[in-house]
């Protein structure tokens, strides 16, 4: 069983950052694919970015959207992922949620077993 709490989430203007976190419970946390989805009021859930082990070390993945201006990472220690969100754009708001599965495609969300309550991210033209 894995719990996971998101937070960093807030109101900013176009082109700035933002940090959001998502503390994970469990001792298997580095076993687990971790990923980001975010939902926009009367849109579907949409993979935002995943992050991994592999044989080869840690492997990323980014929606088209978000590609140059988001950055996923992970800390095992802390069992915490993080996403950098810079650059941002009005389309880039919604509701945040951090995801997390040991099996399955990394960018489909009913592969996702657990889930977080989800953090709102606004950002103003």
């Known amino acids: 069983q894995v719990q996971l709490v998101e937070s960093g989430g807030g109101l900013v203007q176009a082109g700035g950052s933002l940090r959001l976190s998502c503390a994970a419970s469990?001792?298997?946390?580095?076993?687990?694919?971790m990923a980001w989805f975010r939902q926009a009021p009367g849109k579907e859930r949409e993979f935002v970015s995943a992050i991994r082990w592999s044989g080869l070390g840690l492997i990323r993945y980014y929606a088209d959207s978000v590609k140059g201006r988001f950055t996923i990472s992970r800390d095992n220690v802390k069992n915490t992922m993080y996403l950098q969100m810079n650059g941002l754009k009005p389309e880039d708001t919604a509701v945040y949620y951090c995801?997390?599965?040991?099996?399955?495609?990394?960018?489909?969300?009913?592969?996702?077993?657990?889930w977080g309550q989800g953090t709102q991210v606004t950002v103003s033209s």
């Open positions: 469990g001792r298997t946390f580095s076993s687990y694919t």
């Open positions: 995801a997390a599965t040991q099996s399955g495609l990394y960018n489909r969300s009913y592969d996702y077993a657990y």
